[in-house]
Structure formats: structure tokens, C-alpha cells
């Protein structure tokens, strides 16, 4: 569907004096190149002066059949006959003819030889470039100058390449000095060309690739940063052209074509008509178009991969006033657009084609995607597009409709768009036609930044009046026919009959009186119309709105022409400086007489980029009160725009208050905003009014929502007694549920209402309680980011404890160490934000340690555990060495003890045996105590990595037996048993054998005999009326003889008299054997 607006996107035009009857014309550079019909000259005029002057005119070496103007290199280009006979010619440094002296040099392509050639840097050169057929079409890239030639069957691509002209003589530089004013005006920014630069160049083309299509026909070329487009009658193929490294791969594509390129076999006596088809990316591949590459037989050319990008194909259809034969595509352009942040390569691509009945725009760059199919009312000659329009002609109209241009590079320039923060209209809006502007006979069509060259011809014999109402007519005829292509029959309505009466479209332009006046009945014309600013035209369609915003606010054509208005100023913050300067830029800056420098001239640009963003804001809140209401497709874009629009939630709201004489009902889009707006953690607090005002609005709309609205940190401010009344009446007819039980039981709270509050907080057990509070964090938790549904939304995101943490710290601490640790585990809270709340709290060194070890016991995450077993060993090794420094901290006591953790939380070990021994009983506090079988038993357990906590241990002293059991653990846990066994026999030989029969075992079973028995024999030679090591030497001996062979034991026992000793132990031993 195409929407017609009756906007003015052309504000004047003017006629080119030109002598003869043009008939080929081409823009560029700042000049219009127009070549007569029938002649071998070339005139060129000034496009950048008010009324067009002629700037140079040059001759040609033939008839001009085609001619193309190079932004890149400033050349023009040229297909040309001459005896038959057909040239592919290049003419650079053409600016040179200003006054038609200059000098000529004639070359073949890539003979740089010596006389004129050392000329190429000041004077014009044509440039021959043979071709072995003949050539059709040509296109010069917009990103690279490359040069990209037609045949019948074939496509040579020329590279642009330049040579230095480094020693210019003292001549040539007096030649550029005398060259006029007018010259260099002409084109400010000429590139290596310009005669102000002072590294002159010589300009050549290298063959590069060639590439044959032998099942089409060519009609038309186009080239634009590797993509290569080709079109037949009724077929468009876009080709990939890349550099490829593998010269292996660059022949790959072949092969993978040629199963497409079998012709079929006895079908000469049927008429095949094709049948519609469209193939994009990989897909495109299947189409039935075999291309091959030609090398260019250079060894130092790169070598190069094509891939299939888009194929298009059309069926011959009727089409009212347009032949079958007719039906043949034209106007194919690849369109690169620039922007600010892409000033070498172009953001996007897009290429557009057309037929006489439909024109057809894709984006190819980032994923090839249809954008707009563009239905015209009556045949169409020739299209062209720029940055945010494309301009098509009739035979007798000139017309504009929108593209999607700035859609797209917007969303390549900024990720956030289409996300909860930022939106843009889809790149597939339906597209609108503009204003028509009436013309007789038109031929052809050129744009140049914002203007439009058009060249027209007609009956010289038709008089003025018959002119008239022939026009008249085919005013009428033409909205006809535009109302009924969009499905609108004016004989239906006579508002509509009688506004087509009347000759609205006729205007009064600004025309510029020529110099001249033209002979009458000439019969031709050559116009240069100019293009209103993209920001006029904004606000054209602003004041357009307005109408349907005085009857119908939640049409769709509003929404419509809002987000038309929105892709126009978004085309203008997305341009490039260098067609800001060239007039395509902001008005501030173009129309301000008299500048004084760059200085005013930047702050005008900045000056008027804040008028840009501005006039966003105010059509991102104007798009937000569309979708406000919309429907429930559409109705979530209303956030996004009023984020966009800068305003608050309080200037929201007054945009969305239901009218006194309407329903009092909201829409779905403010809802929406209200909602996601309120689960936002923001620092914004809301006034009691509007506070109040909001749970209204969702009491009326969605009370459901009232718990997660009333959670929302916003809503601090809202009334209490209020908000508890209407919290109230919502469980009395909704019923019962935690999450609103605890939101009353927090409005009771900041009411003083104490005894309400405990009974509300008594109605559920506390794991319903801790359900609660993992529906809705937000009763316990402000900030973070995360709302309802993710509250750890940042690792350094800082959460705050509400009044009702607060609370339960004092009365409930189970319960908040139960409720945070849920939050953790089910992603609503970072465990560094918990460590906040809890020393906000002022819970540091209880509640936390608390919240640690239920962590320990709730976690399964491996690097969490790691981290919690670090610093709650610290935290016991702190508590221990403040019991001994007497600065410990207030009596507290913990929610789980030690046994209550050994026997809930796999990381915390039982005691060992031999512990019990080294432990005293009544000689510490309890708190110190508590910590000491808390430290013990995580060294008992498996999980806390003993080196990690070694250099915190070394504050501890091993003087006291506590503090020795400790250092022995560690050791024992490091696999230092030798070590160990000495340590313990020096300290508290009565702890040995229990010792040893803990740790001794399985692999380390022999250090009975190979460690523990020698040291026993050692000390209790020593001392020999030791009855604890006697006593330990027996058990010692009766283990060894448990566990090893007689002669075994032979090996052990001493030489030093005291085998008797050894003996009733080795008749055992022996015994065993030979039981055994």
C-alpha cells in the first residue's frame, strides 16, 4: 500500500540556457553535463551558482551515446560511435576547458608515454580504452572510481588507479595559477584533480575482471564497493566480488555453477515465458544464471571470488496504458549511503530497480532484505533515488516517494535500537507518495544532493489554452488513478470529487527569469528543480499530523506520517559533513549569509544539530502517544519513543489522561510504559501525587500489577493509608497471597503500625514467606538494575535494603539470611550485592557470616563455594585471634552452630578423633569455642583448599594445644604425616595412637613401622618410665604385628638388648601366620 500526503518536497526550479536541444545529460561534481542530440560536445553548467552558468564545453571523438560522471576521480565517462564504429572513452582533468584553450592529450589505456602525457596533471586527457566488444552499459563506483563495463554478454571491470605527477615544471605551475575562479567553484572538493591540490595525478584504469553472462542479455550495469548488478529485460542478478587469498578459491564458484547452465534440450518449438522468482543470499546461487571469470593474464592482479547476493526475476504482465513488450526493467542503481561515523566505506548498499508499473528497493549490505515495493499509477520512464526520496517521472509528472534509507543506517550505526531504549520505524513502512509536480513531455531524470535535473520535450504546435486544460486534465486523471491504486474510489465520496475539481496541485514556484529569453516553440527544456530540506519537509509533515490529530488521534495513517517524519530527521543526524557543506546539510548552516569562518560555521552545525535532536525528542513523544494507544502488537513502541522523548513519567502521564467526556479507560502502550518504567531502578522518585495518581490507574487497569508497582522504589512516596485501602479491597476480591500479604505488611510498617505488621508477617510459615519474597525482590531489595525479574543485573550495581529488610534484620534475621540466599540462588541477586546489604545493614560480622554459611549449604556453583569457604575461614581465624587480644567482637550468637553445620552442609567435615584429645574443654568463651569447632571442621571437610588459608593461620600461635590442632589439621592435610608424628609425640603423645589410627590407613599404613615405631623406641629409650609412650609403644606393636609377616618383624625389632621386650608380640605375629 502506498499513503498519499499532499506535502511539497520541491520549493523551485529553473531553466538551463541551454543553445541546442540537449540530448544526453548527466550531474556530478557540481556540474551538469549536457550533450546535444546528435552532436560531439560536451557543455557543462554550473550547478552550484544561481542560474546554472556554463562553466567549460569540450568536443568529443564521436557521437555521445552514453555518458557517466565519476564522483571519485572526477572523470567522466562515455560510450561513443563514430564510422560504425563504437568507443569505450574516459575524459580526466575536463575542468581544465574552462576557457576552452586548453590543451588536449589523446592516450590508449595504460600508456603513460612522454610530451602530453607528462601533461595529464594540466590539461584534459581521453583516455581509449579498447574493448574486444561492444559495450552497452557503463557505471563508475561512488566508493572506489572503479569503472564498470557492459557487453551484450560480458562485464570488465576497470580498477582506478593513479600515478603521481611528482615534478612538475615552473609552466606548468603558472598554468594552474592563470586558470579562472570560476573554475575551482565549480566543485570545492574535486579530489586529486582539483588544480588546489598540490600532488597532481595522473589518472588510469587497470583491467581487472571479466566476467561472462552467457545466458543474458545485458541491459544495464551497476558498480558500488564490490557489489556488481546486472539486469536483461526482465531479469536483475547482484554479484559479491571479493579479494580472495586462494587463488584455488577463487575458481570455486565455477564449478558450482555449472549444473544451472545446461540449456534445455528440445524446446525449440515452444514459447518458454519465465515465471516470477526471487532469490536472495545462499539462495540465490540456484538461479539458472551461469557466471563465469575470465583472468586478465596479469600475475601481479589480484585474484578474485564472486558470490551470488540477489536474483529477481518478472513474468511479462499488462499493465493499462503500457505495452506487454514494454514491460522491461530499467533505472538499476546501487546506492551506497554514508554517514558520520562511515565516511570510506559506506554503511549501507542499496540497490533499486524499476519497471514500468513497480520499482523495487533491497538492502544488501548486512543481509540482503526486500524494503519497499513502490506501485505506480501510470507508466514510468526513469527513477533515481537519493539519501531520503526517490524521484520518478512520466511522461508528463514529476513525482516523490519515500525510501527507507536512514531505517537501515540507523540500525547499523546504533545496536540499541529496537530494544527497550531506543526505536526507529521498520526499514518495510509502507512507503508514501509526495506532491506531483506537472511537466510536459519528460525524457530523462538526474539528481545532484538536493536537486533534480530534468529534461523535457514536446509538441511545439500545441497552444497555450488547449496546454491549459490539457493539463487540467491530467491533473484530475492522475490523483484518480493514485487514489484507486491505493484502494480509494473518488466517485464514492463527493469530498473527494470535489477537492479533484479543483487545480490544487498548481503551485507557484519560484522561477528564476533566464538571462535570455528562449525561442518560442523550441520545444524542449532543460529544469533544475530544487528539493526542500529534509528537515522542511519534517516539519511540513508535522503540521500535516495535526489535522489527523484533530479528528482521528489513533489513526493509522498518523502513526504513518509520524514515522515518516521520524526517518527524515533521522536522515539528516546520519549525514556526513561533506553533504552537509555541499547543501544537503542542516538549513542553520546553508542559510546563514555572512559567515564568519569555520568557528560560526561549526557552531551553527552544532547549533543546528541540537534543533535536530530536539525536534526527535518531540516526534519520538508525538510517535509515544501513538502507540500509547495502539493495539497489542504495536502498543510496547510507546516506551521506547517516550524514552526517546526525554520526557517524565509525571509529563507522561498528563499526555494519557482519558478525556472528561471519554471513557476512563488507558491504553495498552502507556500501560506498558508505566509498568516497565516502574521496574527500572532509577533514582527518579515520584511525587505523593503522582505516586498516587499511578496506583489509581493500575487499580482501574490491571490490579494484579499493584504488588510489583507498589514494590517499585518510584512509588516511595505514595500515600500508605491510600495505597493500604485499595491493597485491602484487591484481597478481598482477589484472595489471599504472600506477595500482597507482605507489601501490606510493609505499608502497615511505615504507617507505625506495629501490631498489624506482625500479624500480617504471622499469617504464612516463612518459606512462604521467602516464595514471596523471590516473586517480588523489590520488597526487600532497591537498585541493582533488576526489577521484577533479574535484580542482579550488574556485579557493581549497589543494592539498598528497604525499611522492611530493615526490619527482619531486627526481628526476623532467619528469615532475611533465608530470603537473600533464595534471591542468590534463583539469579536475583550478585553475591557481592548481598555483602552490601548486609554491612548496610550494619550486619557485617554476624548476619553476613550467617548469610555465608547457608550460602555454603544452598550453593552448588564451584567458584562461589571456593570464594565462601575463603572468607568464612577468615572470618573464624579473626574471630580467634581477637579471643586471644581481648578485642573481640560483641556476643553474638550464630544462627547455625558447628554441629548444626557438620551435620546440614557438606563442606564442614566431623571432627577427628584425635581432635577431641587436643581440644580443651572449659579453659575458652563459647563464641571462641564455637569458631575453633567451626575452623576445625571445614579443615575436616573436603572442599576448603588448605593453602589458600596456610598464611592466615601463621597469625595464630601453635604455643596453646587449640592453636597447635590447627597447624597439625593443615598438616595433615598437606600429606606431612612424618612430619606430623614427630610434632604430636613432642606436644601430646596421648593423642598419638588415636592419630594413627585415623590417618594411618590404607596407603599409608606402613608409617606404623617405618615412622611411628622407630620414634616410640627411640623416646622411650630416652625415658623409660614414661608410662604414656610405653603405653603407645604396646598398641603401637600390636598393630605391627596385625599387619606385617614374621620376618618382617624380626627386621624390626632393635639390636640394642631388648628383644625379650619384643617377643610375646612376635609369637603373635608368627601365630597369625600360620593361622593365616
Not at 234 to 246: R, T
Not at 696 to 704: A, H, K, L, M, T
Not at 1030 to 1047: D, N, Q
Not at 1054 to 1073: E, I, M, N, V
Amino acid at each position: 500500500m502506498v499513503h498519499v500526503y499532499n506535502c511539497h518536497p520541491f520549493k523551485s526550479q529553473q531553466i538551463v540556457q541551454v543553445e541546442q536541444e540537449p540530448g544526453l545529460v548527466c550531474c556530478g561534481g557540481g556540474a551538469l553535463f549536457v550533450v546535444a542530440t546528435g552532436g560531439c560536445k560536451v557543455e557543462v553548467y554550473n550547478l552550484e551558482k544561481e542560474g546554472c552558468p556554463l562553466f567549460c564545453r569540450f568536443a568529443t571523438m564521436g557521437t555521445v551515446k552514453s555518458i557517466q560522471h565519476s564522483k571519485i576521480g572526477d572523470y567522466l565517462v562515455t560510450i561513443e560511435e563514430k564510422n560504425n564504429a563504437t568507443y569505450l572513452r574516459a575524459y580526466t582533468n575536463w575542468r581544465y576547458q574552462a576557457e576552452e584553450k586548453g590543451r588536449v592529450g589523446v592516450r590508449l589505456l595504460g600508456h603513460l608515454l612522454g610530451g602530453a602525457s607528462v601533461w595529464g596533471g594540466v590539461q584534459m586527457e581521453i583516455i581509449e580504452i579498447p574493448m574486444s566488444e561492444r559495450p552497452i552499459a557503463v557505471s563508475c563506483c561512488p566508493v572506489t572510481g572503479d569503472l564498470l563495463v557492459g557487453c551484450e554478454k560480458t562485464v570488465v571491470l576497470f580498477t582506478l588507479s593513479r600515478q603521481n605527477q611528482q615534478n612538475l615544471n615552473q609552466s606548468q605551475q603558472s598554468v594552474q595559477n592563470s586558470l579562472p575562479n570560476s573554475q575551482q567553484s565549480c566543485n570545492p572538493s574535486q579530489g586529486p584533480t582539483s588544480v588546489s591540490h598540490p600532488n597532481l595525478s595522473i589518472l588510469d584504469f587497470e583491467r581487472s575482471v571479466i566476467l561472462h553472462l552467457p545466458k543474458m542479455s545485458l541491459k544495464q550495469v551497476a558498480l558500488c564497493g564490490g557489489y556488481v548488478a546486472v539486469n536483461a529485460e526482465l531479469e536483475v542478478l547482484v554479484l559479491k566480488l571479493e579479494a580472495a587469498s586462494d587463488p584455488a578459491a577463487a575458481e570455486e564458484p565455477l564449478e558450482t555453477s555449472k549444473s544451472a547452465a545446461e540449456p534445455p534440450q528440445d524446446q525449440d518449438d515452444f514459447l518458454l515465458i519465465p515465471r516470477h522468482q526471487e532469490l536472495l543470499e545462499s539462495k540465490a546461487k540456484d538461479c539458472d544464471i551461469l557466471v563465469t571469470m575470465e583472468k586478465t593474464g596479469l600475475e601481479d592482479q589480484a585474484q578474485y571470488q564472486f558470490s551470488y547476493i540477489l536474483f529477481r526475476r518478472f513474468s511479462p504482465e499488462f499493465f493499462q496504458g503500457c505495452r506487454v513488450e514494454e514491460m522491461q526493467i530499467h533505472s538499476l542503481q546501487l546506492y551506497p549511503l554514508f554517514t558520520s561515523n562511515s565516511l570510506e566505506d559506506p554503511t549501507c548498499v542499496f540497490c533499486f530497480f524499476s519497471l514500468p508499473t513497480a520499482g523495487y528497493l533491497y538492502s544488501l549490505k548486512g543481509g540482503v532484505e526486500l524494503l519497499s515495493a513502490y506501485q505506480y499509477p501510470e507508466k514510468v520512464l526513469q527513477a533515481v533515488m537519493s539519501d531520503h526520496l526517490l524521484h520518478v517521472i512520466t511522461k508528463n509528472a514529476l513525482q516523490c516517494f519515500t525510501v527507507r534509507c536512514s531505517a537501515v543506517a540507523a540500525r547499523m550505526e546504533d545496536p540499541y535500537i529496537d530494544t527497550t531504549m531506543k526505536a526507529c520505524p521498520p526499514s518495510t513502512l509502507e512507503v508514501c507518495a509526495l506532491r506531483i509536480q506537472l511537466f510536459i513531455g519528460l525524457r530523462s531524470v538526474c539528481v545532484y544532493n538536493q536537486r533534480v535535473i530534468l529534461l523535457s520535450a514536446a509538441d511545439t504546435e500545441t497552444q497555450q489554452e488547449p496546454e491549459r486544460r490539457c493539463l487540467k486534465l491530467k491533473e484530475n486523471s492522475v490523483l484518480t488513478g493514485i487514489f484507486l491504486a491505493v484502494g480509494i474510489d473518488p466517485a464514492t465520496t463527493p469530498a473527494l470529487e470535489n477537492l479533484l475539481s479543483r487545480p490544487f496541485l498548481s503551485r507557484k514556484w519560484t522561477i528564476s527569469s533566464p538571462k535570455e529569453t528562449s525561442t518560442v516553440g523550441h520545444g524542449w527544456n532543460l529544469y533544475v528543480v530544487d528539493t526542500v530540506h529534509p528537515f522542511t519537509l519534517y516539519q511540513e509533515m508535522v503540521e500535516y499530523s495535526c489535522r489527523y490529530v484533530q479528528t482521528t488521534p489513533q489513526s493509522h495513517s498518523l502513526r504513518h506520517l509520524l514515522s515518516e517524519a521520524h526517518l527524515l530527521l533521522r536522515a539528516c543526524l546520519l549525514q556526513t559533513p561533506e553533504q552537509k557543506q555541499s547543501g544537503q546539510g542542516d538549513p542553520a548552516v546553508s542559510s546563514k549569509p555572512g559567515s564568519n569562518g569555520a568557528v560560526d560555521k561549526n557552531s551553527a552545525t552544532q547549533a543546528n544539530r541540537q534543533e535536530l535532536e530536539e525536534a526527535l525528542r518531540q516526534n519520538s513523544a508525538q510517535l509515544g502517544d501513538c502507540f500509547s494507544r495502539a493495539s497489542q502488537k504495536d502498543c510496547h513502541l510507546a516506551l521506547p519513543y517516550y524514552k526517546m522523548s526525554g520526557l517524565t513519567v509525571a509529563e507522561v502521564i498528563s499526555r494519557n489522561r482519558p478525556p472528561p467526556e471519554g471513557p476512563s479507560s488507558y491504553g495498552l502502550g502507556f500501560l506498558f510504559y508505566l509498568k516497565l518504567h516502574l521496574l527500572e531502578e532509577t533514582e527518579q522518585h515520584l511525587t505523593q501525587e503522582e505516586a498516587d495518581e499511578i496506583i489509581y490507574i493500575f487499580s482501574q487497569s490491571e490490579p494484579f500489577l499493584l504488588v510489583s508497582v507498589c514494590a517499585s522504589p518510584c512509588m516511595i512516596n505514595c500515600s500508605a493509608t491510600r495505597t493500604l485501602q485499595i491493597l485491602q479491597r484487591l484481597e478481598d476480591t482477589a484472595g489471599v497471597s504472600v506477595p500482597l500479604t507482605i507489601i501490606m505488611a510493609a505499608m502497615a510498617l511505615r504507617l507505625g503500625k506495629q501490631q498489624d505488621y506482625t500479624e500480617l508477617m504471622e499469617r504464612h510459615a516463612e518459606m512462604q514467606l521467602v516464595y514471596g519474597f523471590i516473586e517480588e525482590p523489590r520488597l526487600l531489595l532497591h537498585g541493582g538494575g533488576g526489577g521484577g525479574g533479574g535484580g542482579g543485573g550488574g556485579q557493581h550495581s549497589q543494592v539498598h535494603p528497604t525499611s522492611l529488610a530493615r526490619q527482619l534484620a531486627n526481628t526476623q534475621p532467619g528469615l532475611l539470611v533465608a530470603a537473600m540466599v533464595a534471591l542468590h540462588e534463583n539469579c536475583k541477586v550478585q553475591l557481592e550485592q548481598a555483602d552490601f546489604v548486609f554491612k548496610e545493614l550494619g550486619c557485617e560480622n554476624t548476619l553476613l557470616v550467617d548469610f555465608w554459611e547457608a550460602m555454603l549449604m544452598a550453593s552448588s556453583q564451584d567458584a562461589v563455594i571456593q570464594e565462601l569457604l575463603f572468607r568464612v575461614a577468615s572470618v573464624y581465624i579473626d574471630r580467634l585471634t581477637n579471643s586471644i587480644n581481648g578485642s573481640g567482637a560483641p556476643k553474638y550468637k550464630s544462627l547455625k552452630g558447628a554441629d548444626d553445620l557438620i551435620t546440614s552442609c557438606s563442606h564442614y567435615g566431623a571432627l577427628y578423633p584425635w581432635l577431641t584429645v587436643l581440644n580443651p574443654t572449659h579453659s575458652t568463651t563459647s563464641e571462641h569455642q564455637e569458631a575453633l569447632h567451626k575452623l576445625q571442621s571445614l579443615l575436616c571437610g573436603p572442599s576448603l583448599s588448605v593453602g589458600s588459608i596456610v598464611p592466615l593461620l601463621e597469625r595464630l600461635s601453635g604455643e596453646t594445644l587449640w592453636g597447635f590442632s590447627l597447624h597439625l589439621l593443615c598438616a595433615t592435610r598437606r600429606g606431612q604425616y612424618e612430619s606430623s608424628i614427630e610434632q604430636l609425640l613432642d606436644r601430646c603423645p596421648q593423642a598419638i595412637i588415636a592419630y594413627a589410627n585415623h590417618q594411618l590407613q590404607d596407603k599409608y599404613m606402613t608409617l606404623w613401622w617405618q615412622k611411628l615405631l622407630p620414634e616410640l623406641c627411640k623416646r622411650t629409650r630416652a625415658a623409660a618410665d614414661n608410662g604414656i609412650l610405653l603405653g603407645a609403644l604396646k598398641e603401637t606393636l600390636v598393630v605391627v604385628a596385625m599387619e606385617t609377616s614374621p620376618a618382617e618383624f624380626l627386621e624390626l625389632i632393635p639390636d640394642d638388648g631388648t628383644a625379650s621386650y619384643f617377643l610375646p608380640h612376635l609369637l603373635t605375629c608368627s601365630q597369625r601366620h600360620l593361622m593365616a
